[in-house]
């Protein structure tokens, strides 16, 4: 049986945060691009306890000005 990939959520979390820096963005200004009402689903992101949906993937590519497989850390 092959072996499926599993996401490295600690790794990813670690991945967001540097290129969230790197971007020159703070917390704050990624929870005004998403429009969420407080900054907690993006610091469990950068956590890795939780990971942002499909869509809000697609919308952290794009905004970090890279692809989803520099987010994303495979174990």
């Known amino acids: 049986m092959t072996q499926l990939p599993v996401i490295n959520m600690a790794a990813t979390g670690q991945n967001i945060t540097r290129l969230r820096e790197q971007a ?12 969420f ?26 905004v970090l000005n890279t692809g989803i497989n520099n987010i994303l850390v495979l174990a």
Do not use: E, H, S
């Open 24 to 35: 020159g963005l703070t917390v704050a200004n990624l929870q005004q691009i998403f429009g």
């Open 37 to 62: 009402t407080t900054p907690q689903a993006i610091y469990k992101w950068q956590r890795g306890t939780a990971l942002p949906t499909v869509d809000n993937l697609v919308i952290l590519a794009a």
